[in-house]
């Protein structure tokens, strides 16, 4: 069982961003989109959820970047480390889990006590990649996301 601190902190890997949130994540999710592939370098996005009126930044301030018409990035100017994304028109922050000081405290599974997880945009998942923990699964439900997608498979 996770302790489930709070506040919520975490940072980048040089520590030049610092953040914190002082509710408890709402949420979590797996994203394997090709813009989460290409943005963070990895099979897939894995963040969390938090109420953004919760959310500070203590530490210095991100850099954000557009890899779509709906969100921003932001990622610490100094060491490159992708920390948070947001949706435009939406007041929620998404933290990268791998910049949470203890992401021990919120496993994404299916019988975490905290909030739902799920599997987003699986049908642009790695196809080699067998997801297996159980978490429901779907495609892509946006067409700004297909739109975001398929461009830059064509720009690729």
Not at 10 to 28: D, I
Not at 73 to 99: A, D, H, L, M, Q
């Amino acid at each position: 069982m996770s302790i489930q601190r709070v506040p919520v902190t975490g940072g980048c890997l040089c520590g030049a961003v610092r953040y914190e949130s002082k509710e408890p994540p709402t949420g979590g999710g797996y994203c394997h989109c090709r813009i989460c592939q290409r943005s963070g370098g990895g099979l897939f996005n894995a963040s969390l959820t938090v109420p953004g009126s919760a959310f500070r930044f203590t530490k210095g301030e991100p850099r954000y970047y557009r890899a779509s018409s709906f969100a921003k990035r932001g990622f610490c100017v100094e060491c490159g480390s992708p920390v948070v994304f947001t949706y435009e028109g939406n007041p929620n922050v998404w933290i990268k889990i791998g910049s949470l000081d203890h992401p021990e405290d919120w496993p994404m599974t299916k019988d975490a006590t905290w909030g739902r997880s799920t599997h987003a945009h699986t049908d642009t998942k790695i196809p080699w990649y067998e997801i297996r923990d159980g978490l429901p699964q779907s495609a892509s439900a946006w067409p700004e996301v297909a739109d975001a997608i398929d461009h830059v498979a064509r720009t690729s």
